[in-house]
């Protein structure tokens, strides 16, 4: 996904939620880290691949109307991904503002 990203346009409206999705993947790894090393419970592990499941699908879903440029930008973020924000203990506004600043 990162070398894709690249090639896109910043004109394409995907790319913005694409760089969205980067921050979260490593949000996702830095909270899967102490998940592992507790293994408190599997209930926590569940959650973690259920949300990292969740971000995925949206990524892959995402390239895939970036590839073929879809005119009509739809928005991305549908309530699981603002749960998976969440999840992952990333600020989705803070990021988005950031993004806003550098396209």
């Known amino acids: 996904m990162c070398s894709e990203i690249r090639s896109i346009p ?24 102490p998940i592992l090393a507790s293994l408190r419970s599997d209930k926590d592990l569940q959650e973690w691949n259920h949300f990292a499941q969740v ?7 995402t390239l895939v109307k970036a590839r073929v440029n879809q ?3 739809d928005g991305t973020n549908s309530k699981l991904m603002r749960s998976a924000f969440d999840f992952f203990d990333v600020p989705e506004e803070e990021v988005d503002r950031m993004l806003q600043a550098v396209y």
């Open 10 to 33: 910043d004109s394409n409206p995907y790319k913005k939620d694409l760089q969205k999705y980067r921050v979260l993947i490593i949000a996702s790894f830095a909270k899967l880290n």
């Open 55 to 61: 971000l995925l699908t949206q990524i892959s879903e």
């Open 71 to 73: 005119k009509r930008y």
